[in-house]
Each structure stands twice: as C-alpha cells, then as structure tokens.
C-alpha cells in the first residue's frame, strides 16, 4: 500500500518536474524565436536597402562601394545572430531531454534529433516507429 503511494508520488513529481521543465523551456525558447524573428525582419529590410542601393549604383555606372559593403557585413553578422540563436534553441532541446532522461535518436530522414517515443520526424514528418 505504502509502496504503491510511493510509486504514485514519484510518478506524479515526475510529472510536474516534466511540466515545469517544459513551461521553463517554452517561455526560454519563444524569447529566442521571437528574437530571431526581429532579426530577420532586419535582415529582410537591409536586403532591400542593398538592392535599392545596388541599382542606384548601378544606374551610376559603378558596382560598389563603402556603404554597400557596410550594408553587407551587417547582414552577415545578423545572420551568424540567427545561426547562434538557432543553436541555443536546440540546446535548450538537447538540455530538457538530458533532464528528463527523454531517449534520442536521429532521425533517417533528416538527421534531426528525435524523442525515440515519437512515431514520427518532429522537423520532416519521417515515420520513425
Ligand atoms: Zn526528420
């Protein structure tokens, strides 16, 4: 009797450290998805600048300049911004599943990480069972 409370107890604690791993997580990673977002919408908007620029130049008779250059190196740097991001975000993935013992496999379609309980690919839809 007392073993099966027991066994309820742990199961349930389990519970709620898997919540609140999960809930912690989501609120980490919604930040960082909102952020990349503003990111590249500021990436869409120095695109544009650049072509815009581009033309202008063109239309002169020239093909580049500091300012163009400038324009470039920004988005460059905004883009390693997403790539880092983008890995903090699969950290914070490979971290939860590290906490809650959660098996991981690969997945043959796309080489994502995948949860062994899933029956398919979270990123492709591979049927993984
Ligand atoms: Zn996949």
Known sequence: MADTFQKFKDSTSRAITRISVKTSSSLEKSKIKMHIESITKDVQQLTYEVGELLYALW???????????????????????????????????????????????????????????????????????
């Open 59 to 129: 239309l002169q008779g020239e093909s580049s300049s500091g300012a163009l250059t400038a324009k470039l190196e920004l988005i460059k740097q905004k883009k390693d911004e997403i790539e880092q991001l983008t890995v903090e975000l699969n950290s914070i993935d490979a971290r939860d599943n590290e906490i809650l013992g959660n098996k991981v496999a690969t997945c043959p379609g796309c080489g994502a990480e995948c949860d062994t309980t899933s029956k398919f690919c979270r990123k492709c839809g591979y049927k993984l069972q």
